[in-house]
């Protein structure tokens, strides 16, 4: 286990393949077997079973030790952070930008939050049980090569809407700033919702929205962002950028 996830899984790959060999051997005499006992050659048939049997003994002790050898608690391992580490020396190796925040993984455009219960990780609300380092770093670059799965115009309407009632429950006037974790904890207001739609996920979606360049809303409102100011205030939501670098979000406005 001191090796890590990476480590133990390459050497049970090496192991099951050894024994895999083993096993084609075995079936390889017994092919000989039904063959002599088909035919009524009994000598042969006693000459493939007994090798069989000692093959198939060899065969059952490499398997053996090959269970034994991988001894990885997989739910320590993930809870721990040590898998974490792994990921990001992983995704640094590719030169696969990746990041640490709150105790999920950024890595544009996708989310990763670990489950150690489970055995598995969630990348952007999709369970994956598939957790070998290497594994899940190519699943991340095969997603930022394809892009993000991002559609504007109804995250823009949402936050507009989500706009409106801040914009009233604090009794601010038209196109004056509401800070964006105000209008999150409207957008998330039902029981679980924060929890199926994180901050992460909410400041990853602003970055996705600022990327696109789309600003104005069907019904033709436009947005307005504020951040000059605010990036140095409380309630500033982060997030990075493809390039690594951070991307922060405090306030927005509607006009019209």
Do not use: H
């Amino acid at each position: 286990m001191a090796d890590g996830l990476e480590a133990a899984l390459a050497q049970t790959k090496a192991d099951a393949e050894v024994a895999g060999k083993a096993a084609g051997t075995v079936m390889r005499e017994l092919k000989k077997a039904r063959t002599a006992a088909a035919t009524g050659q009994v000598r042969e048939l006693r000459t493939a079973l007994d090798a069989a049997v000692q093959l198939a003994a060899e065969l059952a002790e490499q398997v053996g030790r090959a269970r034994a050898a991988y001894d990885i608690d997989e739910p320590e391992l993930l809870d721990s952070g040590a898998y974490i580490k792994e990921l990001l020396a992983a995704a640094a190796a590719t030169d696969l930008q990746m990041f640490e925040e709150d105790g999920r993984l950024l890595c544009y455009p996708s989310l990763v939050r670990i489950l150690p219960g489970e055995a598995a990780i969630e990348i952007d609300r999709r369970r994956e049980r598939r957790i070998r380092p290497s594994a899940v770093v190519e699943l991340l670059r095969r997603a930022q090569q394809a892009g993000p799965r991002f559609k504007p115009g109804p995250f823009l309407a949402s936050l507009a809407a989500g706009y409106d009632l801040q914009l009233a429950r604090q009794g601010k006037s038209a196109g004056a700033v509401v800070k964006l974790v105000d209008i999150y904890g409207v957008l998330t207001l039902l029981p679980g919702q924060a929890r199926d739609y994180s901050k992460q996920e909410f400041a990853r979606d602003l970055y996705l929205l600022d990327q696109n360049g789309t600003t104005e809303t069907s019904a033709g409102r436009r947005l307005r962002w504020a951040a000059s100011t605010g990036t140095k205030q409380a309630g500033v939501l982060s997030t990075v950028a493809r390039t690594g670098q951070q991307r922060r979000y405090w306030g927005v406005a509607f006009d019209g």
